[in-house]
């Protein structure tokens, strides 16, 4: 979502003290799981599949969870502040989806560790491309949250458009992120349900852009057909 509002001018009314991050339980333990699938429980070696190439990926996500974790606490928002960031507002239910297809993103550790469906896939080469993937699309979630995070800090009214940053750019960095992501995660562990969801998730993330798409034609009108002639929807100069 790439909106952006003022402070209302005059607002008297009194912020709530900074809380705890809702996600933060959730973005600490899900890497836990994550990291449990891989386990060889029972067998010869339990780090046998606690290669160079899941071993980096789960490092990167060290870092990202370390992250939140030295910064637990967020500024005040609205409930609808709260949807608009997480695209609740162009479509409802889009969050449990979301949470629906991280918890079958867990067979992909599980195919990685465990059932090995096509072993075929396993190319040293191929996976440490995948892990520099993931490392750039890291960093390209984080440009963008730097921009994005500040438009919904604060009970805030009048709504404009983020410009700036990945933004300027394309119009659904954090869409653009995820699907690197996904792509990334099925190169390092070499999945073949990796790539099939791959295919879900970009489903999911373009019917998500189309619904925003609308949603935000509806909030800015002209301001943005215009903001749509200068950017791409996803990929620069292509989409």
């Not at 029972?42 to 939140?68: A, H, N, Q, T």
């Not at 940053?165 to 996904?182: C, L, S, V």
Request: net charge positive; glycine share 6%.
């Amino acid at each position: 979502m790439s909106t952006n509002e003022t402070l209302s001018q005059g607002n008297s009314v009194s912020q709530p003290r900074r809380r705890m991050k809702p996600w933060l339980p959730f973005k600490i333990a899900y890497p836990a799981v994550a990291f449990a699938c891989l386990i060889q429980w029972g067998g010869p070696s339990l780090w046998l599949r606690v290669d160079f190439f899941s071993g980096g990926y789960f490092l990167i996500e060290g870092l990202r969870v370390l992250r939140s974790v030295l910064n637990p606490s967020r500024k005040p928002r609205s409930k609808e502040a709260w949807r608009e960031r997480w695209g609740s507002t162009a479509a409802p239910g889009c969050i449990s989806r979301a949470l629906a297809l991280s918890v079958a993103d867990l067979a992909v550790y599980l195919d990685y560790g465990h059932w090995h469906l096509l072993p075929n896939l396993k190319r040293p080469y191929v996976q440490a491309s995948g892990l520099l993937l993931y490392f750039a699309a890291a960093l390209w979630m984080w440009w963008t949250k730097r921009y994005l995070e500040p438009a919904f800090a604060d009970n805030r009214v009048q709504p404009t458009l983020v410009r700036s940053g990945p933004f300027q750019y394309i119009r659904h960095p954090t869409y653009a992120g995820a699907m690197m992501e996904k792509i990334a995660v099925a190169l390092v562990f070499a999945s073949a349900v990796g790539w099939l969801l791959v295919v879900v998730w970009s489903l999911f993330l373009l019917r998500q852009v189309r619904l925003e798409e609308v949603h935000l034609h509806n909030l800015f009108g002209r301001e943005y057909e215009a903001y749509t002639r200068q950017t791409a929807k996803l990929v620069p100069g292509i989409y």
